[in-house]
């Protein structure tokens, strides 16, 4: 196995190094590549400064699925993992790849948070949709084969977020294995909290419009989250957190987010029917890098960086 290692960052420095230094301790073997959205606190001369990164792109886009994609374009293993800027690998992680995509086209595993009371781990998650079993994977953490990237033609870049869940629907349709590895295991060192309704429910409208159409079953999903999620965001105008007007807002902006990711999903399913069902991938361009620090063949841009 011929792995390489994207690794998006965004504003991250500190908890990219933890990542990057794992990532040497414990897969050094491994082709590493960095994808730095516009970051304003360093990241570009701490990773310059290390010895253990093969390539260092400079994106201009902030969105997660663009940086996905230009390392995607850039790696040249065989297997092809993504790896969080604040994910750390254990020591089992490399040796659970390897065992996991000898007999899968996708291999992931659990994600260990740390919390107050300790530390959470995920489990499996599966769900049945319109007759597909999908196998979800945290972004974080999974690894492909190139055959497999390529098929799918990497992640949708029209979403912000959801696209490790938009690829899992794609890959149950193509009839593609993920398994899931205990030994592909990692722990995140830092969470963000801060959601965006808005874009969590034009994601979840559009990944399954996109892929399943506008049926029945796929609008009820999208409304009995939306409404769950408010029910349970009531509590805090009952305890003064929230003002009614403001909850209000909040669900007229879901209630919008979701029909503009319909109309979005509907057109994205006609634009591309092949199995892929990614009108906005890995091929539709090849300028998402401003700037690249390719230390595979020439190890001086460290000291001289190439425009």
């Known amino acids: 196995m011929e792995l390489s290692v994207v690794v998006p960052t965004l504003n991250g420095r500190e908890s990219l190094a933890s990542c990057l230094d794992a990532l040497a301790a414990h897969a050094p073997d ?5 994808v730095n959205g516009p970051s304003a606190d360093g990241t570009t001369g701490m990773v310059r400064d290390r010895d253990d990164v093969d390539m260092l792109l400079e994106v201009s886009d902030r969105k ?14 065989d297997v092809v993992a993504l790896v969080g800027q604040d994910h750390v690998i254990e020591p089992s992680w490399y040796d659970g790849i390897a065992a996991g995509i000898a007999e899968a086209d996708v291999v992931t595993g659990p994600v260990h948070r740390s919390v107050r009371a300790g530390v959470t781990t995920e489990s499996e998650e599966c769900r049945t949709i319109d007759g597909r079993e999908v196998t979800y994977f945290d972004g974080g953490n999974v690894a492909f084969t190139r055959e497999t990237v390529e098929a799918m033609d990497g992640f949708d870049e029209y979403l912000e977020t959801g696209g490790a869940r938009d690829c899992a629907h794609r890959l149950a349709a193509s009839g593609r294995e993920v398994v899931w590895s205990s030994d592909v295991s990692v722990t995140r060192i830092d969470e963000d909290d801060d959601s965006d ?12 419009v996109k892929n399943y159409g506008l049926r029945p079953g796929v609008v009820y999903r999208t409304l009995r989250d939306a409404v769950s999620d408010a029910l349970s965001t009531a509590t805090d105008v009952i305890r003064g957190d929230e ?21 979005d999903g509907l057109k994205a399913r006609f634009a591309d029917r092949s199995e892929a069902r990614n009108p906005n991938g890995l091929s539709v361009r090849a300028d ?19 425009q």
Request: proline share 4%.
């Open 30 to 34: 491994a082709e590493v590549v960095v």
């Open 288 to 306: 998402r890098a401003v700037e690249r620090y390719d230390w595979r063949t020439d190890p001086e841009q460290r000291e001289e960086p190439t």
């Open 243 to 263: 003002t009614p007007s403001g909850w209000m807002a909040s669900g007229k902006r879901v209630a919008k987010s979701m029909a503009v990711g319909c109309k």
């Open 64 to 77: 997660l699925n663009v940086a996905r994609n230009a390392g995607l374009s850039a790696v040249t293993g």
């Open 197 to 208: 309704w808005g874009w969590k429910y034009r994601a979840l409208a559009y990944r399954l």
